[in-house]
C-alpha cells in the first residue's frame, strides 16, 4: 500500500520507487547485462563522455525461463490458504 506522500510523487513525478521490491543481488545483476551491452556500443559506464545520445537501444535477448512459474495472481494459480 502507498503513502500520501507517495501517491502525492506519483501523480507530481510520474513514478514511485518502491524500495526494496526487487532483491539487490537481481538489481547488481540486471545492471551488469545493461552496461555490458552499453559497452558495446561505446557507452562506458565511468566514462560521462561517452553519454552522447539521449537514448541508446539494447537488442532484447531472450530471458531463461524457470522450470516452474513463481506462485501467485500473475502466473493464474489460487492462494491455497
Known sequence: MLSASEVESFVADGYVAIRGAVPADTVRACR???WSELAKQGVAEHDP???TQPVVRIPARRAA???TPAPGPCC???STS
Request: cysteine-free; proline content about 8%.
Open 76 to 78: 493464474g494459480r489460487r
Open 32 to 34: 551488469d547485462v545493461i
Open 49 to 51: 563522455a561517452t553519454w
Open 65 to 67: 525461463r524457470s522450470p
